[in-house]
């Protein structure tokens, strides 16, 4: 699942991956499988309630932030190109647009068996509704669902965006266990400025653990091939940590696809164990366990 703003679905790279509801008629108005929703064929925009995922927000100069993702994950080559984008071509990705609705997304997405679920958000100043948030994302990952979040890009002393620490990392990326929270590095392997660090802090009354390690893990969040509307890559490379979660969610997905009684605590034990050190020995605060290394994550884990 591809939890984004909006989407422009027709896009060659990415149309042939597309989910596509096998109990759905499109167009007709009608729930034709019962499920409560009308013509989730592709997904549903469950902030409007209807299937308008189909709404691309594109900005200047910029792709559309939904298909970039997706193309991420489970892009095939863009026009002009033989190279795949995706880390995981193979794979179907189903859009969603929520907002404040993140629990009838995320059981929409379990009734569909949607394995991993991808957001590429950042939520502030939430208060004590972290908690609900938390418990959210801690039932979907006990139901099965890989829930993987780019760290946020408030990393910056001086840039108009910048927060201090505990408060870089931000909903959903700061929630322990439950959600993958990832960072990323450019082209020389070096955490860019913007990119968010740990700890994060939890002090609410059902959460107490006060500084926690985050983030969990990194990737690659500078020098990106970015999908544009047109269908071709874009003349200026992606950056951001919204294309460093993407990467994990397809390294997920080809676990996934090696061993399909994966747990998201077994995953991540597994990404772990292979990552290559980055920063400070060990864990650190700018790159979590390391930069991720999807070869040696599936040799380790079909040794298991």
Not at 175 to 191: H, K, N, Q
Not at 232 to 251: C, D, F, K, Q, T
């Amino acid at each position: 699942a591809i939890h984004d703003f909006g989407f422009r679905l027709d896009v060659p790279a990415i149309a042939g991956t597309l989910w596509r509801n096998p109990g759905e008629v499109p167009g007709n108005g009608v729930d034709d499988e019962g499920d409560g929703y009308v013509d989730d064929v592709h997904g549903f925009a469950f902030d409007r309630g209807d299937d308008s995922v189909n709404r691309p927000r594109p900005k200047a100069d910029r792709p559309i932030h939904g298909n970039a993702v997706a193309a991420i994950v489970a892009g095939r080559p863009a026009l002009g190109s033989e190279e795949a984008l995706g880390g995981a071509p193979d794979a179907r990705w189903v859009a969603i647009t929520a907002d404040g609705a993140i629990e009838e997304a995320f059981e929409w997405a379990i009734l569909h068996d949607v394995d991993v679920y991808s957001m590429s958000f950042s939520i502030p100043d939430l208060g004590t509704f972290r908690a609900h948030w938390r418990r959210a994302c801690e039932q979907a990952a006990l139901a099965g669902l890989f829930l993987v979040s780019g760290a946020g890009n408030f990393g910056e002393e001086g840039s108009p965006e910048f927060q201090p620490v505990p408060v870089q990392m931000r909903v959903p990326e700061d929630i322990p266990l439950a959600v993958f929270g990832v960072v990323g590095v450019g082209p020389s392997g070096v955490r860019p400025p913007f990119s968010s660090r740990g700890p994060v802090s939890w002090d609410l009354d059902d959460y107490r653990e006060g500084l926690v390690d985050k983030p969990d893990l990194s990737t690659v969040n500078q020098g990106v091939p970015a999908l544009g509307a047109d269908g071709r890559i874009m003349a200026r490379p992606g950056g951001g940590n919204s294309y460093a979660g993407p990467h994990l969610a397809a390294v997920l997905a080809l676990l996934l696809e090696a061993d399909p009684d994966l747990t998201p605590w077994v995953a991540r034990d597994v990404l772990v164990a292979t990552a290559h050190d980055l920063g400070a020995p060990g864990f650190d605060p700018e790159y979590g366990a390391g930069l991720v290394d999807a070869a040696r994550a599936l040799r380790q884990l079909r040794r298991r």
